[in-house]
């Protein structure tokens, strides 16, 4: 089957730095997807990986290893308005995605 | 300007009953999507039309039933509601479901309680 593995929750504090790792098993890989959801909101797209390697954007770094299947979500210089769910999402080899629980980030000041 | 837009944004109705929800994309998109989040917080995809077409039917009971009356528009109807349907139910949309670099925008959801 196909699985999409985050922790339930982190803790960080306001100003630091937090890694959100996402584990996946898929039929096929094209491409992953890091979303932000605030509660009681829509999703909302946050960067993709379809390489290898690290892509910034800003606060945010989204780190990709295919022969792992591993991700990472890097936030840095974090704000309360970090506070969210953030899910990670694989699109598989017919092109569906297939998503995570998603990982609850907790900032305290 | 609202990309996604469903409605209700609440719908609160007796087991049993048939509702509707509806979600319109006014981006230009060909590609648009029902899922369902449920309190675990999964997403998960139910279905999906690519210019008005069924493209992806995942194992939902037959009582829920997509309508796409263009590519602007997909509608969900569910009939005889049972208890566990009650979720939130998100529409989004795409411009092509094959674009390598594809991100999918979503509507803001419709909280569905079956009492």
């Known amino acids: 089957g196909q699985n999409i593995d985050q922790p339930t929750e982190m803790t960080a504090t306001e100003g630091a730095i937090v890694q959100i790792n996402c584990t996946y098993q898929?039929?096929?890989?094209?491409?992953l997807f890091w979303y932000q959801q605030h509660a009681g909101e829509a999703p909302t797209f946050l960067s993709y990986n379809v390489l290898d390697g690290l892509e910034e954007k800003g606060r945010f770094s989204s780190f990709l290893s295919r022969s792992k299947g591993y991700s990472y979500l890097l936030l840095k210089e974090l704000q309360m308005k970090d506070s969210a769910s953030y899910l990670c999402?694989?699109?598989?080899?017919?092109?569906?995605?297939?998503w995570g629980a998603g990982t609850k980030l907790i900032i305290k000041p | 300007d609202t990309a996604v837009s469903q409605t209700p944004k609440y719908l609160v109705t007796q087991m049993g009953n048939d509702k509707s929800i509806k979600c319109e994309q006014n981006?230009?998109?060909?590609?648009m999507y029902w899922y369902k989040q449920d309190s675990k917080k999964f997403l998960k995809i139910m279905f999906s039309y690519n210019n008005k077409e069924l493209i992806i039917n995942e194992t939902v009971p037959n009582r829920f039933s997509p309508k796409s009356p263009d590519k602007a528009h997909l509608n969900l109807h569910i009939n005889s509601l049972e208890l566990g349907d009650s979720a939130v139910y998100f529409c989004a949309s795409s411009q092509d479901w094959r674009e390598s670099v594809e991100t999918q925008y979503f509507g803001p959801g419709t909280r569905l309680l079956v009492l």
């Open positions: 981006l230009g998109h060909d590609t």
């Open positions: 898929t039929s096929g890989f094209n491409g």
């Open positions: 999402a694989v699109r598989d080899s017919n092109y569906q995605l297939i």
